[in-house]
């Protein structure tokens, strides 16, 4: 048979190994060269998509492809899976490989900040271009210390538009053992938090669906939910080992519209522990996240008229009040003043300001916000060794919430419907939010669809899948469509 297989054309072979997940495809061609010597395997399937576990691996590829004008252009993803490299030759390694969709890199104890530097110094048009390209720098150990990687954030939010799907940063918590037996406490990779605000507002990550961002103990969330402009596209969201907190979780829902799958396991929140009945509070809060968003967004819009009203007067000389009249005048105090008393004042007379005064007569215009239908589909996290066996009464009760928190949506939205019927102006937050300013990223409600919403099967909105096992691969106890199944289709290394 062996002669037959060594005469089937290459095309043939290319077929079969297109077949082959990507990450052993270059062992799988590896093993037909060397079981068929004389097959036409098309070498640079070898080379698609490369593994290097080892520095030993790191610089025998680098004197192979130096002086290779080919064989470099064929790699197309590159992971890096060793703590112990020379940064270096790292870089040096990857100045060679300009088409990359994808970069793994274990960034340890070797590295410095100037080589992530180098690295990103330059946008990579692979990544600018390709249709699922994904950049990911998984798990930091044991950094130098004062040495912080936050011009990496920087280095990366000065990349132009394009479309960059997915993005992974992930350092690894440091282990309990070794920081009780040595004293050591969880390194900062990261210094400025307020970074990962500039990277999740630049345009780079514009179109940006997949995030996944853990920095061990670190409050991240604030970062990310802060500024409207922030990543409007996010469907997944994983911030494992961070801190978050139970407010994070309702402000996060409500910023990112599109958010389907938010996974938190292993981080430090209050609820982590709780007793089965307060998971019904979670639940509640998950499903009224958009009533707050929309409450915070007509009161700015609200100001924001006031203000607009006030300008556009067609009074040349609106109502005012001056600092003047509103501060009350300092009595003089009875009985002798004293010698040291001073009767003239050096300093600047206060400037005259004035503070707007919206008349009687002025109408500012009513308008209100329906909050939006929930979207998130599940919600990942990790409970207590002492609840594991209590998982189902956990969802009941989470469902229960779920329910109680729609029923209140729900009542909400009716009684804006009869508003709108009785012809107060009704919007909806839809698109990009942008600055929030006046009626920027707000819609017009041209229709009673608007207020009686339903998913996309046609149903009620119905409780997000609520799992409880943690990141732990392969285990039976996920639950069907929770966030990790998802997660693990957009980042196939499952860490």
Partial sequence: MIPYLAELPPEIYSGILERVPRDERQQTALSLTR???????????????????????????????????????????????????????????????????????????????????????????ALLCKEQPTISFLRWEEAAQGAYFDTALEALSRWPTTNFPTLSIVQDPLDAEIARRCHFAQPLVFFRLDLINTLACSTYLHSLTSLRLRIPSRQVAPFLFSSPRSIPGLCILDLSTCNIRLSDVEALTARFRQLEHLIVDGC?????????????????????TTVKAAKGREKR?????????????????????????????????????????????????????????????????KVRIIPSPPTLRSLSTTTSTLHQNKHDAIRAQFERGWDEGLAQLTAIRSRLYQSWKNGVKMMYIAGDQGMEEGFEGLVDVDGEAAFYGRDGSGNAWSAPVLCLVGGVPNSVQHVDGCGHAAASCVWPDRI
């Fill in 35 to 125: 079981a068929i010597p004389r097959s036409p395997v098309p070498l640079h399937h070898l080379f698609e998509c490369i593994q290097l576990k080892s520095a030993e691996s790191v610089v025998q590829l680098y004197r192979r492809l130096r002086g290779r004008l080919e064989e470099p252009h064929w790699i197309k993803e590159f992971s890096l899976e060793t703590w112990s490299v020379d940064a270096d030759v790292v870089v040096n390694l990857l100045a060679f490989l300009s088409r990359l969709s994808r970069i793994t890199l274990f960034v340890g104890p070797n590295f410095a900040p100037e080589h992530l530097d180098e690295m990103l110094e330059k946008p990579r048009e």
């Fill in 268 to 288: 430090n929140m209050t609820w982590g522990d709780a007793q089965e009945s307060e998971w019904a509070t979670v639940g509640k809060a998950c499903a009224l």
């Fill in 301 to 365: 819009l609200k100001t924001w008229l006031e203000a607009h009203v006030v300008r556009t007067s067609p009074d040349p000389e609106p109502a005012t009040a001056s600092t003047e009249e509103i501060a009350v005048a300092r009595r003089a105090r009875p009985g002798r003043r004293g010698l040291a008393a001073a009767t003239i004042s050096l300093r600047d007379p206060p400037t005259n300001t004035t503070t707007p005064v919206i008349r009687a007569n002025t109408v500012v215009p």
